[in-house]
């Protein structure tokens, strides 16, 4: 076997082992309230109870936001990213772009703001929403994941829901639509 398939069999054989270690602990690691820290991981980390990381440089993310998928237009992506320390960052690509291209813009909104954004969508009931499985044509889809605190450990929900949400989707989606608005005007 020479040097190239070897390392992909040894790769796919990590892949395999990883995987059956992290599957067992993925079902029970499901939070409805976001009030605990992952647990260990066997074979990774320390075995039981593991002390918490501490955060050396205070930069966690907050929420990871993206949009992606087809319109009666074409496709349109945008995202968004928002770290503890106030670092945000918009990427976006619209219909009407040529090509690969797209924009990207990075701003620093303030630790502040990324916090009352967290609070807000906590506020919203966004760590407890569940995916819309309502099929919308034409529509992106968006996926929101909410970390629950400001650190290493942090636990995140993630929801998917279409960009014509309904209920408490539609306060959520609003929320990041005015962050968005507020904090990268006139994109």
Known sequence: MNASRSWIAASLLLG?????AWAPRAESSSVHR???????IGGFGTAGA????????????VLLYDSTGSSLIGPVHEGLIVYSDGTAIRTRKDAQDAGDTGRIQVRNVGSRAARMLQGALLAAGAAELCDDPTYVADVPMAKLTLFEGLAPDAVAHTVCYWRAPVGDAQIVEGLVRNFLATRFPGD
Do not use: Q, W
């Not at 976001?34 to 260990?40: D, E, G, L, W």
């Not at 593991?50 to 993310?61: D, K, L, N, R």
């Open 34 to 40: 976001m009030n605990r820290s992952f647990p260990a």
């Open 50 to 61: 593991a002390a918490p990381c501490t955060s050396v440089f205070g930069i966690e993310p």
């Open 16 to 20: 395999g082992i990883v995987l059956t």
